[in-house]
């Protein structure tokens, strides 16, 4: 796949992209960018062990899993992290060298109509928190909620992190010290 978004004049390496779907997950351990289209309600969860080069993102729909879900990981936020993290680990990434990130949970339509809960992005986003916290894991940037659908690149290689909103072009870094994160809208 080509690389295709704008990034507003910053240099990137154009690397090997592989998509992560709706309600699905992927580790990559070799630098690729993976990347996670139309985040509305929708969350993607990155994390990152930069000293192992280990990158992992998920595109989770819905925050827990039921008791009786047969769904494969990714659908669900709590279920996601775990398989997540247990395929970091295979990989040789370690638990203490992690960092988190989110993405998504828009209002952008209302969800009822499918099914789910008004807010259903945040309260995904509050589960991934609150898994991430009690393992320890930090959360170092996150932009959730607002009324635009995102798209959210990350080079494993690097960690570095791009985000574009639905009506732009444009890419913004998107981390630790850009003041575009945590934009409620």
């Not at 998509?19 to 960018?33: I, K, L, P, W």
């Not at 990152?48 to 729909?61: C, F, P, R, V």
């Not at 709590?78 to 638990?95: C, F, K, P, S, W």
């Not at 290689?157 to 945590?182: E, H, L, M």
Request: overall charge negative.
């Amino acid at each position: 796949m080509s690389d295709d978004m704008y990034t507003g004049g910053a240099t990137r390496v154009t690397r090997d992209r592989r998509v992560v779907g709706v309600a699905n997950y992927d580790v990559a351990s070799d630098g690729e960018t993976l990347v996670a289209y139309g985040l509305g309600a929708c969350v993607a969860v990155g994390l990152y062990d930069e000293q192992n080069g280990i990158g992992a993102l998920a595109h989770t729909m819905l925050p827990e899993e039921p008791a009786d879900a047969t769904a494969a990981p990714g659908k669900y936020a709590d279920a996601t992290l775990r398989a997540m993290l247990q395929e970091i680990v295979e990989a040789g990434g370690a638990y203490g060298s992690l960092e988190g990130w989110l993405v998504g949970g828009a209002d952008i339509f209302p969800v009822e109509h499918f099914d789910l809960p008004q807010g259903v992005g945040e309260r995904t986003a509050s589960v991934v928190r609150d898994e991430l916290a009690a393992l320890d894991i930090p959360v170092v940037a996150e932009q959730i909620g607002g009324s635009e659908g995102r798209t959210v690149e990350f080079d494993t290689a690097t960690g570095d992190r791009y985000i574009r909103r639905a009506n732009s072009n444009k890419a913004v870094i998107f981390g630790d010290d850009n003041p575009n994160q945590n934009p409620r809208e």
